[in-house]
């Protein structure tokens, strides 16, 4: 079983920054990366960023690519994603996941199928 509990999300005018985080317990190792998603009412959730446990490799969505960094502290287990310059179309509840055991490759790390475990989703708004 993985725990995942994530924070930092808020009201913020267009142009300000937020930094979620996602802090992850349990069986972790088997898990290639970490990844954000985000899903806005009436819409599909959708890829926002990915990184891999192991070398620290990242994937953007050309959405937030160049505003939105995600990064990582493996002793603490935990996952960021700093959102920069963001805009309205930003406002969404923001999920940090696990990828399923033996998934590794780009492909998988944007699909929101491969992921086995779920946060329970922080709200972002951001204000025009």
């Known amino acids: 079983q993985v725990q995942l509990v994530e924070s930092g999300g808020g009201l913020v005018q267009a142009g300000g920054s937020l930094r979620l985080s996602c802090a992850a317990s349990?069986?972790?190792?088997?898990?290639?990366?970490m990844g954000w998603f985000r899903q806005a009412p009436g819409k599909e959730r959708e890829f926002v960023a990915a990184?891999?446990?192991?070398?620290?490799?990242?994937y953007y969505s050309d959405s937030v690519k160049g505003r939105f960094t995600i990064s990582k502290d493996n002793a603490k287990n935990t996952v960021y994603l700093q959102m920069n310059s963001l805009k309205p179309e930003d406002t969404s509840v923001y999920y940090c996941?696990?990828?399923?055991?033996?998934?590794?490759?780009?492909?998988?790390?944007?699909?929101?199928?491969?992921?086995?475990?779920w946060g329970q989703g922080t709200q972002v708004t951001v204000s025009s």
């Open positions: 349990g069986r972790t190792f088997t898990s290639y990366a």
């Open positions: 996941a696990t990828t399923r055991p033996y998934y590794n490759g780009e492909y998988y790390f944007r699909e929101n199928g491969y992921y086995d475990y």
């Open positions: 990184i891999t446990w192991n070398g620290g490799n990242t």
